[in-house]
């Protein structure tokens, strides 16, 4: 159910808005940097994978800031492995909650998609992450549950 909520939300944002045309740099994967703040610390990188290619085609990266119980995530695109252009959105939500804080859809992001923020002190949360590239014919979204947890 909340594979079909993200894919909903990002498919009807291709719908309304389509896409900008953007050239594709040297292969390389977009590097990791905090867009969180100082106060986040890195926590892990989760893969977002393309199931007909069985290749990793981007990260969801997780940090926590303890000294006020908010995680947030960024999704970034893996260059190495995709080419042309890129479509990237994110989502997190404390796990139980019924809405999603996302960032991505509308906005055609090439790089990277939030950060977005949730407060979960003591609880886990939830998070998603989509990618479509090579012309947005490739696509990767993958949604984790409860995998971290503050």
């Not at 953007?22 to 867009?35: E, F, I, M």
């Not at 252009?85 to 804080?101: F, L, M, P, T, Y």
């Not at 590239?133 to 984790?144: K, P, R, V, W």
């Amino acid at each position: 159910m909340i594979k079909k909520h993200l894919a909903a939300v990002l498919a009807a944002t291709v719908l309304a808005g389509g896409f900008v045309g953007l050239s594709a740099g040297a292969a390389h994967a977009t590097d990791r940097v905090n867009k969180c703040g100082s106060a986040y610390a890195f926590k892990k990188s989760w893969n977002i994978t393309d199931d007909h290619m069985g290749k990793v085609v981007g990260f969801i990266d997780i940090y926590y800031n303890s000294g006020n119980g908010y995680n947030c995530a960024i999704t970034r695109g893996n260059d190495a492995t995709v080419t042309g252009q890129h479509k990237i959105g994110v989502e997190i939500r404390r796990s139980g909650d019924a809405n999603w804080i996302g960032d991505g859809p509308g906005h055609n992001y090439t790089q990277y998609a939030g950060p977005v923020y949730a407060y979960a002190k003591g609880a886990c949360i939830d998070f998603g992450g989509e990618v479509s590239y090579n012309e947005f014919t490739g696509h990767g979204l993958d949604i984790y549950s409860s995998q971290h947890c503050g």
